[in-house]
């Protein structure tokens, strides 16, 4: 009698605990995150390894900036010194470097790759994606004013041994952003 005391009040103190459980929710993240003409937000494994390397990018883009160097990203990047389209927006920070150079004296800067959005990811195939960033850039003078702005670009990513690394850039050009903005708003 005791033991089938103890066994009931046992399933009664099971069935009183699973109700005050939150339900287990089981998502398809390809069906639940929004796609927006191909893109969608990584998973967050893969989230990181897709931001460290934009992270990496980033941060060599700003360094040749503020040394007024474009070498310094060429030598990490050797694929943006090629197939340079200023009209396009494709591989453009040689123009980015001398442009904010040419009238300023930078001492530091600073960037975010999510300050306008969350970063997006377009799979080409299992070597390859286009990481999408809609963050910022902002540049210090040494008069201590500041250059720079939002950010919307594309970064052709491809994976060499087990990390990813940008092998082509795509700013979105004025009329290219207006576009992308109607789309946004549909």
Request: with cysteine; aromatic share 10%; hydrophobic share 35%.
């Amino acid at each position: 009698m005791k033991k089938y005391l103890l066994i009931s009040l046992i399933a009664i103190l099971g069935i009183s605990l699973a109700g005050c459980q939150q339900p287990e929710s089981k998502t398809d993240d390809s069906k639940t995150k929004k796609v927006v003409d191909g893109f969608i937000e990584p998973a967050p494994s893969d989230w990181l390894n897709y931001s460290s390397s934009v992270i990496r990018y980033m941060y060599y883009r700003t360094q040749a900036t503020v040394h007024n160097d474009i070498t310094i990203l060429w030598k990490q990047y050797p694929e943006l010194m090629e197939n340079i389209d200023l009209k396009n927006g494709i591989n453009v920070e040689k123009d980015e470097v001398e442009r904010l150079n040419q009238h300023f004296t930078l001492i530091d800067a600073n960037f975010s790759m999510e300050s306008h959005d969350q970063l997006k990811v377009k799979t080409l195939n299992d070597d390859e994606v286009i990481v999408r960033i809609h963050g910022g850039i902002s540049y210090l003078r040494k008069d201590f004013g500041e250059s720079g702005g939002e950010l919307l670009m594309e970064l052709y990513l491809q994976k060499k041994g087990d990390q990813w690394t940008v092998i082509k850039t795509d700013e979105y050009t004025e009329a290219e952003y207006k576009e992308w903005l109607k789309q946004q708003a549909k």
